[in-house]
C-alpha cells in the first residue's frame, strides 16, 4: 500500500500530464472559440416569466406575435425551449423545439402549467389528435377486432396488417403527426398539434420564411398565433377522407389527372394533384359563414371526454340556430373560462351584459348565438362578427308526424361524395414510406378506386348517442370494399397472393353515417326519397309497383337492379342492403348505424306509391302526407288498381 | 479483494486522499472568481447573468461544480478504502469524530451549493432539506433555522457554504492528511478532468418545472427513500441510526465490526439501485419503469 503522503513511481506521471494537457487544452478552445453577440450587459437581456431571456440577444428584432405572445411578455423560450440562460448559439440552441405547438412536445410549450394546460390536455385527448375512431374502425374492417368502437391511437400503432395500412395510407392526418418544418398552412399541411389550427402567417411572413428556407436569413417576423381559424386550417386534413372540406365549398374529387381537367366545365387542382369539379356549395358557405362559425372550440378540440367517433364529438346541431322555439340562455357569468376567454380576443362587443344560447345537445354556451333584442337567437360570425339571418324550420319540416325520426341533413344535404367500389391490395414486393417512422418500409399497401360520385346522400338509420334513439340519417359508402394480401402483412405467412388470391380477401359492405356538409336551402323532393331505390340502400334500379288487392295486404312491389351483383355476397355492387329484407349486421362503420329494414323499405316505399299520382302539393300534403295512416283508410277505390310504374 | 484494488490504484495513481484533497482545492479556489459574480440577495438573477455574460464565469462555475463531485466522491470512496483495511482503529479517538462529522459537512457543502442556484431544482431541494430538519422532534425548528436560515433568504446557506463548512472540512482533512497540501499529480489529474467536463458539459439552470426535477445525484437515493416511506421522520431515524452505526465502527472489534461494516455496504448498495432507478428510469411525473 502506498500512503497519501509517499511520491508516486516516475512512470505513472504520463498519464497524469496527458489528462493535465487535454484539460488545458479544452480550456483554451473554450475561450478562443467564437464570442457570443457583443456587448453583453444586463440590459440587453430582458427578464421574462422570472427568468433572464438570453434569445434577445440575436432575436430581439422579432415582431409580429400578439400581444398575449409577445416575446416581451413570455420571451422565446417558453414556446421554443432550448437554453436561454446561453449566449453561445450552439448551447442556446440545444433542446430548440421548431415547431412548438406538434403534440410530442406540447406539454413543455403550449401546454405548460403557465399557459394552456387545460387545453392541451383536452387536445390530446381529442379525436383530431387520437384518430380513434379511424384506428378502431379500420381493424374492424381488417378483422382484428370485434367492434367499430374501441381503443386505438394514431401515435401509437402496431404493425398489424390494419395498423400498418393506416401508417402507411392516413396516419399524417391527425394533431399527434408531428410537423418538422416552419411553414405556412396550405393545402398540404398536415399535423403540427397547436400549430395545425393557430398558427397565422401574413403575406410578409410566409415571405421571410420562405427566405430563411432558401438562404437562412433569420425572419424578423414572426407568424402570429390567434384563434381566427380560417377555412384553410381545416383544409389539409379535411380534405382527405370524407371531404367535407372540399364538400362544403362544393368541389367533389374525381379521379382525373390534371392534364385531363380540361374536359370539366367549372374544376379545380389542388397542390396534391387531385382534381376537384363543381358541384354546389354547402349554402352557409354561400352566406360567407366558415367553419369555425358552426363548430365550437370544443368541437374542436375537445372536451375532455374520450369519444369513440368525429360525429359524437360535435355538440353543434341544426336546430341551434334553427329552431322554432325560444332557447335557453346563460348570461355571461356563467360562461366558462374558455368562452370568456375567447371572447375576449374577440373583443366582442357587449360581450358582458349579452345572453348565450345553450346547446340544445349538451347545454354547454354558443358563443356566437345570443338573445336578441326580440327575444329569439341572433347569430354573429365568429371572425367577421356580421349577423346573419336565421331561418325557422318550414312548416313541411315538422308537419308530417312520420319524419320526426329525420334529421334536418336527411332532406337538405345536396349531394355526397360516393364511391362505389375499392380493392385494397398488399404488395409484399414493394416499398414505401412508413409516415409513422418516417422510414421506407418493404410490403406496400395500395388502393385502388372504381368511381367518384356525387350524388344525394343514400338514408339509414342511426342511434344518436347524444338523443338516445333512433335518427333517419344519410349515409354514404363507408366501403364496398376488398382487401387483399392480408395474410402476407402477418409474419407467419409464406403464401404468395398470386397463387390463391381468393383465399387471403376480405369483403366487406359498410355503409358510414356522414354529414356530408353540402347543405341546401331547399329540400329533397318527397319522390326523390320515397322513389329511389338508391336512396333507400337498393342500389341504381327500378322499381314497379304491383297491383293493391285489398286494403290491409302488403304492397306487390319488385325491384330490378342496375349494377351487376358483386360476387362476394350477391348484392348489386351499389347497394348497401337487399330489397325488403332486414339486414343488421356489419353493415355499417358504426355500432347502431344499419340500413333500412324491410318494414321501413315497405312504408318508404307505400308512400312513394301515393305519390305516383298524388303529387305532394299543398292540398295532396294536408289531405294525405300529414295524415298519412289515416288517409290509407280512407282511399278511395280507385287508388287499389295498379298504378303506372316509375324509375 | 477490496484492499488489493485500493492498492492496484494507489500504485499507478494519485491516492483516492490526494485526489478528494485536491478536488477540495480546486473546489476553493474556483468557488473564489464565482463568488465576486454571485449575488447573494438576487441569486438566481446573478447567476444568470453570469452565464450570458461571461465566459469565464461559466467555465469557473462548472469548473467549481464539477470538482465539488469529485471531491465528495473520492471522499467517499477514500472513506470505504479505510474501512475495508481497518484503518478507521488507528485513528484517534476525536479525530475520528471529527472526520465523521466533516463528512457530514461535505453532504451538507455540496447540497448548499445546490441550494444556492436558487433555480427549480435548488428550491425544491431546499424545501425538502428544511421539510426533514423540521420533522426533528424538539429541535427540528430551531435546527432549521441554524441550518438554512430564515425561508425567504440564502444569506446563511452561502455563509454556511463559503465559510463555516469549508473552514471545517479545510482544517479537518489537514489534521487527517499532516500536510496542507496535496501531491502534485493530484492537481493535475483533477484540473485536466474537471477542465474538460466543465467545457464539455457546462452547468445551467432549470428554470422550468416542466422538465424533470432531479435533486442532486448523492440525495437522488434519499428522495427514493422519501417515496418510499411515507414518514419522513422515519427516514430521519433510519439515517440518523446509519450515522450513528458509523461512528461507533471505530471502537467495535472483531466479527461484529465485519459484519457491521458489510451491513453497511449492503445498504449502500440498496442507496445506489434507488439512486439509479431515480436518475435513470423515472420520468418527469415520477413514473418509474423499474418499480
Known amino acids: 500500500m502506498r500512503p497519501d503522503n509517499q511520491a508516486l513511481p516516475k512512470k505513472w506521471i504520463l498519464p497524469a500530464l496527458v489528462i493535465g494537457l487535454a484539460g488545458l487544452m479544452l480550456t483554451i478552445a473554450h475561450f478562443y472559440r467564437e464570442e457570443g453577440p457583443q456587448p453583453l450587459q444586463e440590459k440587453d437581456i430582458p427578464v421574462v416569466m422570472g427568468h433572464r431571456e438570453g434569445c434577445f440577444l440575436c432575436h430581439q428584432e422579432m415582431t409580429g406575435l400578439s400581444p398575449s405572445h409577445d416575446p416581451l411578455a413570455i420571451g422565446c423560450s417558453s414556446c421554443h425551449q432550448g437554453n436561454p440562460l446561453s449566449a453561445d448559439k450552439e448551447m442556446a440552441h440545444q433542446g430548440v423545439v421548431k415547431v412548438p405547438g406538434n403534440m410530442e412536445t406540447v406539454m413543455a410549450t403550449c401546454g405548460q402549467s403557465d399557459c394552456h394546460r387545460d387545453l392541451a390536455v383536452k387536445v390530446t385527448g381529442s379525436l383530431m389528435a387520437t384518430g380513434q375512431g379511424m384506428v378502431s374502425v379500420n381493424r374492424y374492417v381488417f378483422g382484428e377486432t370485434q367492434s367499430p368502437d374501441g381503443p386505438g391511437h394514431l401515435s401509437h400503432l402496431s404493425s ?488 | 479483494m477490496p484492499g488489493s484494488i485500493f492498492n492496484f490504484w494507489n500504485l499507478r495513481c494519485s491516492t483516492f486522499g490526494n485526489l478528494a484533497f485536491a478536488a477540495f482545492i480546486i473546489a476553493v479556489v474556483s468557488g473564489i472568481p464565482l463568488s465576486i459574480a454571485y449575488d447573494v440577495e438576487r441569486a438566481s438573477d446573478s447567476l444568470q447573468l453570469i452565464l450570458l455574460t461571461s465566459q469565464s464565469a461559466v467555465f469557473f462555475r462548472s469548473l467549481h461544480y464539477w470538482s465539488g463531485q469529485a471531491f465528495l466522491l473520492f471522499t467517499l470512496i477514500h472513506v470505504i478504502e479505510h474501512l475495508s483495511k481497518n484503518s478507521e482503529r488507528g485513528l484517534k479517538e476525536g479525530l475520528w469524530l471529527r472526520l465523521v462529522l466533516a463528512l457530514l459537512f461535505a453532504f451538507f457543502v455540496m447540497v448548499s451549493g445546490f441550494i444556492l442556484k436558487a433555480d427549480v431544482e435548488g428550491r425544491m431541494a431546499r424545501q425538502i432539506l428544511s421539510g426533514l430538519l423540521e420533522i426533528i422532534p424538539m429541535v427540528g425548528t430551531e435546527l432549521r433555522i441554524a441550518v438554512l436560515g430564515n425561508a425567504d433568504s440564502l444569506k446563511l446557506i452561502y455563509i454556511h457554504h463559503l465559510i463555516t463548512t469549508t473552514l471545517f472540512i479545510g482544517i479537518v482533512i489537514i489534521e487527517h492528511m499532516r500536510r496542507a497540501w496535496p501531491e502534485l499529480l493530484s492537481y493535475v489529474y483533477l484540473l485536466g478532468v474537471s477542465a474538460m467536463l466543465a467545457v464539455l458539459i457546462p452547468q445551467g439552470l432549470q428554470l422550468s418545472g416542466a422538465a424533470k426535477i432531479r435533486g442532486p445525484w448523492y440525495f437522488m437515493g434519499l428522495q427514493e427513500l422519501l417515496h418510499w416511506i411515507p414518514n419522513p421522520l422515519v427516514v430521519m431515524v433510519l439515517l440518523t441510526g446509519g450515522l450513528l452505526i458509523f461512528l461507533l465502527l471505530r471502537w467495535m472489534k472483531g466479527a461484529g465490526s465485519g459484519w457491521t461494516k458489510k451491513g453497511l455496504f449492503v445498504l449502500l448498495v440498496v442507496y445506489g439501485v434507488l439512486t439509479i432507478n431515480n436518475w435513470g428510469f423515472r420520468d418527469a411525473n415520477w413514473n418509474s419503469l423499474f418499480f
Request: aromatic content about 6%; hydrophobic content about 30%; glycine content about 6%.
Open chain 1, 160 to 647: 398489424s396488417a390494419a395498423d400498418t395500412h393506416l401508417r402507411q395510407l392516413c396516419v399524417t392526418c391527425h394533431l399527434g403527426f408531428p410537423k418538422t418544418v416552419s411553414a405556412a398552412i396550405d393545402e398540404k399541411s398536415r399535423g403540427g398539434g397547436c400549430t395545425a389550427c393557430h398558427i397565422d402567417y401574413s403575406a410578409e411572413a410566409r415571405q421571410q420564411m420562405a427566405d430563411y428556407h432558401q438562404s437562412r436569413e433569420l425572419p424578423r417576423l414572426h407568424p402570429a398565433l390567434n384563434i381566427k381559424v380560417g377555412n384553410e386550417r381545416c383544409f389539409g386534413c379535411h380534405s382527405r377522407s370524407a371531404r367535407i372540406s372540399l364538400n362544403y365549398e362544393g368541389w367533389h374529387e374525381t379521379l382525373l389527372k390534371p392534364k385531363e381537367a380540361k374536359q370539366l366545365e367549372k374544376f379545380r387542382i389542388l397542390q396534391d394533384r387531385r382534381v376537384l369539379t363543381f358541384q354546389g356549395a354547402d349554402v352557409h358557405h354561400e352566406k360567407g359563414m366558415l367553419c369555425l362559425d358552426c363548430h365550437s372550440a370544443r368541437d374542436a378540440m375537445g372536451d375532455g371526454t374520450g369519444y369513440n367517433h368525429q360525429g359524437e364529438q360535435v355538440e353543434i346541431a341544426c336546430i341551434d340556430c334553427h329552431r322554432q322555439d325560444q332557447g335557453r340562455f346563460v348570461t355571461y357569468g356563467d360562461l366558462d373560462a374558455d368562452s370568456i376567454k375567447i371572447l375576449q380576443l374577440r373583443n366582442v362587443e357587449n360581450r358582458k351584459s349579452t345572453e348565450y344560447l345553450a346547446s340544445d345537445r349538451t347545454g354547454r354556451p354558443l358563443i356566437n348565438l345570443t338573445r336578441g333584442p326580440d327575444g329569439a337567437v341572433r347569430f354573429q360570425g365568429k371572425l367577421d362578427q356580421q349577423p346573419r339571418e336565421l331561418k325557422t324550420p318550414a312548416a313541411a319540416c315538422t308537419a308530417i308526424p312520420e319524419h320526426d325520426r329525420l334529421t334536418c341533413q336527411t332532406c337538405h344535404t345536396r349531394w355526397a361524395p360516393t364511391c362505389i367500389e375499392c380493392h385494397t391490395q398488399y404488395l409484399p414486393d414493394k416499398q414505401r414510406k412508413d409516415h409513422y417512422t418516417g422510414e421506407k418500409v418493404q410490403g406496400v399497401w395500395r388502393e385502388y378506386k372504381e368511381e367518384f360520385l356525387a350524388l344525394p346522400p343514400v338514408m339509414g338509420v342511426r342511434m344518436d348517442k347524444r338523443l338516445k334513439r333512433e335518427v333517419v340519417d344519410t349515409f354514404i359508402p363507408g366501403m364496398i370494399l376488398t382487401i387483399g394480401g392480408i395474410s402476407d402483412n402477418r409474419p407467419d405467412s409464406n403464401a404468395p397472393p398470386e397463387k390463391d388470391p381468393d383465399r387471403y380477401q376480405v369483403f366487406r359492405r359498410m355503409f358510414a353515417p356522414t354529414f356530408s356538409h353540402t347543405v341546401q336551402l331547399e329540400s329533397r323532393s318527397c319522390q326523390s326519397c320515397h322513389q329511389d331505390p338508391r336512396v333507400l340502400g337498393l342500389g341504381e334500379g327500378r322499381i314497379e309497383y304491383g297491383t293493391v288487392t285489398d286494403r290491409t295486404g302488403e304492397i306487390p312491389i319488385q325491384f330490378t337492379p342496375e349494377s351487376r351483383r358483386h360476387p362476394a355476397d350477391g348484392l348489386p355492387r351499389d347497394a348497401w342492403t337487399s330489397f325488403l329484407e332486414t339486414k343488421t349486421r356489419d353493415t355499417a362503420t358504426r355500432t347502431g348505424s344499419r340500413p333500412f329494414n324491410r318494414v321501413e323499405q315497405q312504408q318508404v316505399l307505400r308512400v312513394g306509391q301515393c305519390l305516383l299520382c298524388h303529387p305532394p302539393d299543398p292540398g295532396n300534403s294536408a289531405r294525405i302526407y300529414t295524415r298519412f295512416a289515416q288517409a290509407l283508410e280512407e282511399r278511395p277505390s280507385q287508388c287499389l288498381q295498379t298504378p303506372k310504374p316509375t324509375q
